[in-house]
């Protein structure tokens, strides 16, 4: 099982962590509170992207470009 650390920290200093196990497959990203993951960053957009573990490694999907 691998473990991933996510750090977000704000332009006004607010800072959340998660820690994402490679066992619970796709996580959101995104301020919409149907996100596994909810952004501390409300100028986000509701889906801003996803964290998945495939082939023994990370991977974010950004939806935003």
Same mark, same amino acid.
């Given at each position: ?10 332009? /006004? ?6 820690? *994402?196990? %490679?066992?619970? !497959? ?9 996100? /596994? ?6 100028? *986000?957009? %509701?889906?801003? !992207? ?16």
């Amino acid at each position: 099982m691998s473990l991933l650390l996510v750090k977000q920290v704000t332009k /006004n200093g607010h800072t959340k962590v998660w820690k *994402l196990k %490679s066992k619970l !497959g796709l996580q959101t990203f995104g301020v919409s509170r149907k996100c /596994n993951l909810i952004s501390a960053d409300s100028s *986000l957009s %509701s889906f801003s !992207g996803c964290l998945e573990y495939r082939n023994n490694e990370w991977h974010f999907i950004q939806f935003n470009l």
